[in-house]
């Protein structure tokens, strides 16, 4: 059927080399499309030499707060036609820069609906009761604001994340090396990272995870080539397009339960 009433999406993008791109095939591969004009308007913008590291804000080591540049980029999505925002980084959803980011919309005259990447997460996970002790990957940043195990611990899940050192040198590590993480090298996956993924599965295999939360969009990447049979992998990315394709349909978007609504309203 021809999407003729259908919303705009717009994707913001620039954080991560193939986050923004990776969002975007996502919402192509789950639309159930027969022709062109069954697939989903998009615009995605990039501008990552405008938008600070956010790990580096969270963690002080730089002073502008990424939120006004991500908002100058939904102001521009806005202008251009968009309707429903998807911001393709986790780490821009802890609050220390989200609620910027929120406060800024408020200036618009057009105002998009923003939705919110972990809280999409959560609303995936609330709808599969196999679901119980979860282990989280993410960014420093993510990781030292406690981003997921807040919204989770709420929703009533136990949360397993690493120890700081395991965190940093592991995780944060896949992402982040100057060498061979995913930043740095995003057209392939390295060996090394290889070896940091199997060493994190071995680490929430032996702590009894029966799930996993990709909560950053450039461990999405693995999923091509990497996966495991004994635990269910969430991706963080594949939650927000799901969340966005519903969203671009208003007549067929499911209503939150109240639980889910006091989280929005917190978050």
């Known amino acids: 059927m021809v999407l003729e009433n259908s919303k705009v ?39 990552p030499w405008e938008i600070g590291d956010r790990t580096s804000f969270l963690e002080g080591k730089i002073s502008t ?19 429903i925002i998807g911001i393709a980084c986790n780490t821009s959803h802890s609050p220390a820069i989200f609620n ?20 999409e997460v959560y609303k995936y996970i609330s709808t599969n009761s196999n679901v119980s002790r979860i282990g989280i990957m993410a960014t420093n940043g993510t990781y030292k604001t406690r981003l997921y195990q807040e919204i989770l611990h709420d929703g009533g899940y136990e949360v397993i994340v690493p120890d700081p050192i395991f965190q940093n040198e592991v995780i944060h590590r896949m992402i982040y090396d100057a060498q061979f993480g995913i930043k ?8 090394e990272v290889g070896q940091l993924w199997n060493e994190a599965m071995c680490f929430f295999r032996a702590r009894n995870c029966d799930t996993i939360i990709l909560g950053c969009t450039e461990l999405s990447l693995l999923l ?16 927000l397009a ?16 109240t639980k889910v609504k006091d989280l929005n309203e917190s978050w």
Do not use: W
Not at 25 to 45: F, G, Y
Not at 242 to 257: Q, S, V, W, Y
């Open 9 to 47: 999406i717009g994707i913001v993008g620039g954080m991560g080399p193939r986050a923004g791109v990776n969002l975007y095939d996502r919402l192509i591969s789950l639309t159930p499309a027969n022709i062109d004009q069954e697939h989903p308007s998009v615009i995605l913008m990039a501008f």
């Open 184 to 191: 740095a090298k995003p057209n392939t996956i390295t060996k």
């Open 242 to 257: 799901k969340g966005l394709l519903r969203e671009m349909r208003p007549c067929e978007a499911t209503k939150l339960d």
């Open 65 to 83: 707060n990424p939120g006004y540049s991500i908002a100058q980029v939904i102001k521009k999505l806005t202008i251009s036609g968009a309707e």
């Open 100 to 119: 910027v980011i929120k406060s800024e919309m408020e200036k618009l005259d057009a105002k998009p609906k923003l939705l919110h990447m972990p809280l």
């Open 224 to 239: 091509k080539d990497y996966g495991v049979d004994d635990m269910c992998i969430i991706d963080s990315t594949d939650c």
